[in-house]
């Protein structure tokens, strides 16, 4: 079990930047993705960015269009999601997940944090 704990959520406007932060602690040998999700009131679960954790394989949404950069700090085992070119459709609760394999589909996803509220204002 891996314990989750997002952080760096808040109020930007359509443009700024922001960096999201998900710590992880607990049973971390089996993890082998780390993940970024969002979720807007009334909308599904959408897949952000994937970092394979030993190879640093990264993909993400092609939603995103380049604005988001998915990194890690081993030593700290964290995960960090830098935002740039925010936009007002950007507004969710962004959640991190672990996964054995790096993957979209959130069936796999085995531990989650409680998200961090993201709001971009136009």
Known sequence: Q????????????????LRLSCAASGRTSST???????QAP???????AVLSWSGGNTVYADSEM????????NAKNTVYL????????DTAVYYCATASIPTRIISLYTDWGQGTQVTVSS
Do not use: C, H, Y
């Open 66 to 73: 380049g604005r988001f950069t998915i990194s890690r700090d």
């Open 42 to 48: 009334g909308k599904e679960r959408e897949f952000v």
């Open 32 to 38: 082998g993705a780390m993940a970024w999700f969002r």
């Open 82 to 89: 830098q935002m740039n070119s925010l936009k007002p459709e």
């Open 2 to 17: 891996v314990q989750l704990v997002e952080s760096g959520g808040g109020l930007v406007q359509a443009g700024g930047s």
